[in-house]
């Protein structure tokens, strides 16, 4: 059973619009959850996190929003450039003595148009 | 320059022919992981290791072993590779678990024919 998931497997947005990717998990005592960007042959690259206690982290362009009651998370990025276009991992970490597992959802495709 | 290297970067070998995968890092971190990614599967963990000699499952750890002798290195075992572990492979150091970024070699394809 997947516990993260994200299930639009592509999004294609407008160069300067804002872009939203979301992100399901069934295990409410995930205690963290992380955003990786991916590029084709490279591997993936830490965007940002959040702690289970907080409902919002922003870094520059990139922000978070996590719903625990409705176990959701999504990625906001605004605004979206063409160099954003890249495969976009929701992942959540473990707790209690696995806190070194990391569960990734399947990716997203962004594709931003100029 | 800090990173995590991997090698080999490409493999193709037969089922049942043992092959190591090597990773390093140069960042003294003390979180490794080794993850392998298929279409349609995103990112899967197999092993990861919390410091020196202490490793753990993670999802899909069937088929390969792991081992931490020292804090740089975190290899990945095929003891016999089968055509089901064709993938491409990766490997992630940080500085801790949880929510620590982590940091991704550049991955390692493998095909076992």
């Known amino acids: 059973d997947q516990q993260v998931k994200q299930n639009s497997p592509s999004l294609s947005v407008q160069e300067g619009r804002i872009s939203i990717l979301n992100c399901d998990y069934t295990n409410s005592m995930f205690d963290y959850f992380l955003w990786y960007k991916k590029y084709p042959a490279e591997g993936p690259t830490f965007l940002i996190s959040i702690s289970s206690i907080k409902d919002k982290n922003e870094d520059g362009r990139f922000t978070v929003f996590l719903n625990k009651s409705a176990k959701h998370l999504s990625l906001h990025i605004v605004p979206s450039q063409p160099g954003d276009s890249a495969v976009y991992f929701c992942?959540?970490?473990?707790?209690?003595?696995?806190?070194?597992?990391?569960?990734f959802g399947k990716g997203t495709k962004l594709s931003v148009k100029p | 320059e800090a990173q995590v290297t991997q090698n080999p970067r490409y493999l193709i070998t037969v089922t049942g022919k043992k092959l190591t995968v090597t990773c390093s890092q140069n960042m003294n971190h003390e979180y490794m992981s080794w993850y392998r990614q298929d279409p349609g599967l995103g990112l899967r963990q197999i092993y990861y290791?919390?410091?020196?000699?202490?490793?753990d499952k993670g999802d899909v750890p069937e088929g390969y072993k792991v081992s931490r002798k020292e804090k740089r290195n975190f290899p990945l075992i095929l003891e016999s590779p089968s055509p089901n572990q064709t993938s491409l492979y990766f490997c992630?150091?940080?500085f801790g678990s949880g929510g620590h970024e982590q940091y991704f070699g550049p991955g390692t394809r493998l095909t076992v024919t």
């Open positions: 992942a959540a970490s473990g707790y209690g003595g696995s806190q070194g597992n990391l569960i």
């Open positions: 290791s919390m410091n020196v000699e202490v490793t």
């Open positions: 992630a150091s940080s």
